[in-house]
Nanobody, 124 residues
Framework: QVQLVESGGGLVQAGGSLRLSCAAS????????MGWFRRAPGKEREFVGT????????DYAGSVKGRFTISRDNAKNTVYLQMNSLKSEDTAVYYC?????????????????WGQGTQVTVSS
């Protein structure tokens, strides 16, 4: 069992930056690939990006590529989502996710563990 807790959400102006954190507890953090999803108001949850177990490989959705960066610190059992050049359409609840196998794209059903989500609001 893995427990995931996101933090760092809030209100930011368009063009600004925000960094989300996801702290993991339970079984060995480095055994899991980690991902981020988001759910915008009135929309379905969508894949944002992922990082492999060692942190050496990342992949992103086209809508955030070049603006968002995922990293992890296995010593701290934490994964991060650095969001730059934020747009109003980035407003969403952001979720941290974990699963055993890495992949360049994750479907919702492939996720083993979810965090509770943190709200990010970008004002224009």
């Amino acid at each position: 069992q893995v427990q995931l807790v996101e933090s760092g959400g809030g209100l930011v102006q368009a063009g600004g930056s925000l960094r989300l954190s996801c702290a993991a507890s339970g079984r060995t953090f480095s055994s899991y690939a980690m991902g981020w999803f988001r759910r915008a108001p009135g929309k379905e949850r969508e894949f944002v990006g992922t990082i492999n177990r060692s942190g050496s490989v990342t992949d992103y959705a086209g809508s955030v590529k070049g603006r968002f960066t995922i990293s992890r610190d296995n010593a701290k059992n934490t994964v991060y989502l650095q969001m730059n050049s934020l747009k109003s359409e980035d407003t969403a609840v952001y979720y941290c996710a974990a699963r055993g196998a890495y992949g360049s794209y994750w479907s919702e059903t492939s996720v083993d563990y979810w965090g509770q989500g943190t709200q990010v609001t970008v004002s224009s």
